[in-house]
């Protein structure tokens, strides 16, 4: 699974922003922007920012792209514990669909009820 980071720098590239054009664009600092880039800081929180970051990027809500953008920064911010279980990483789209507000089915629903209750 790819990272916020890597993300955001392939989506960055393929609308052929240099690092430091993104972050005139948004507002950010190029050398924390690139920590985030390489992994080394973790993702935004603020939805406000992601939102911009969104649009800089040129993402339609709810696209594929976009969700992902957003459901990769949530991941940057689960504790390490859970996401070294590769049965939670598994299940981490479901959790997210759901968030969304899309309907995942019962049993996955129920499996990764299963799995967050035993961690």
Known sequence: MKTFGE???????????TLRRFCELTRLD????????RGLMPPPKSSALLMEISKILNLKEGSEDYNTLFDLAAIGHIPANLLSTPRVMEKLPVFFRT????KPARKELEELINILSEE
């Open 30 to 37: 190029p050398s924390n922007w690139s920590k985030i880039e």
């Open 99 to 102: 968030i969304r507000g899309d």
């Open 7 to 17: 993300h955001v720098r392939e989506l960055r590239l393929r609308n052929h922003l």
